[in-house]
Antibody, heavy 120, light 107 residues
Framework: EVQLVESGGGLVQPGGSLRLSCVAS????????MTWVRQAPGKGLEWVSL???????YYADSVKGRFTISRHDSENTLYFQMNSLRADDTAVYYC??????????????WGQGTLVTVSS | DIQMTQSPSSVSASVGDRVTITCRAS??????VAWYQQKPGTAPKLLIY???SLERGVPSRFSGSGSGTDFTLTISSLQPEDFATYYC?????????FGQGTRLEVK
């Protein structure tokens, strides 16, 4: 069964760090792009980062320089290192990919999400 | 950045109604548009890609159209399970951007 399972969310103080994990099963994370999308409480969807199979990465301006996307191919896991966290980073973070399209970004496979709360 | 402006922000409808949601891009994006459905507490679900291609397993009452800057999602005959929030998304260029969402509510 194809599945993405996120973990690593939680409560963190402003300025702190968290590392999110997204474990894939049923396919390999290195075979296609992997992306993070977040959703603040009661708000819409916001794309934050993407890594292509070749390793090229992209970031939203709101997280550039603070967050780093990476993957560990032997663990079949996507990571998201989040540093210098701010209150407006509070959101559910989803990892997602496409199982059928390697070109343009339109994910058809999503994890269940992990909640990150930044608060003192 | 390409802005995606959805309208309306919310709509009330009844089972059996035809509903249309529109999305306007701030610049031409060919057909690089996808539509998602999201229900509370769950991840988004891809409905339409490339503006008008129906994702496998999605009921045929959902359809999409448009190119360039103007796009529409149409639900031909609303079913009870269709009450949710809908988002458009452009995949033409980074940063990827979503519309602000349209909440479809029971009238």
């Amino acid at each position: 069964e194809v599945q993405l399972v996120e973990s690593g969310g939680g409560l963190v103080q402003p300025g702190g760090s968290l590392r999110l994990s997204c474990v894939a099963s049923g396919f390999t994370v290195s075979s296609n792009y992997m992306t993070w999308v977040r959703q603040a409480p009661g708000k819409g969807l916001e794309w934050v980062s993407l890594i292509y199979s070749g390793g090229t990465t992209y970031y939203a301006d709101s997280v550039k320089g603070r967050f780093t996307i990476s993957r560990h191919d032997s663990e079949n896991t996507l990571y998201f290192q989040m540093n210098s966290l701010r209150a407006d980073d509070t959101a559910v973070y989803y990892c997602a990919t496409s199982l059928t399209e390697s070109g343009w970004v339109r994910p058809d496979c999503w994890g269940q999400g992990t909640l990150v709360t930044v608060s003192s | 950045d390409i802005q995606m402006t959805q309208s309306p922000s919310s709509v009330s409808a009844s089972v059996g109604d035809r509903v249309t949601i529109t999305c306007r891009a701030s610049q031409g994006i060919s057909t690089w548009v996808a539509w998602y459905q999201q229900k509370p507490g769950t991840a988004p679900k891809l409905l339409i890609y490339a503006a008008s291609s129906l994702e496998r397993g999605v009921p045929s009452r959902f359809s999409g159209s448009g190119s360039g800057t103007d796009f529409t999602l149409t639900i031909s005959s609303l079913q009870p399970e269709d009450f949710a929030t809908y988002y458009c998304q452009q995949g033409n260029s980074f940063p990827i951007t979503f519309g602000q969402g349209t909440r479809l509510e029971v009238k």
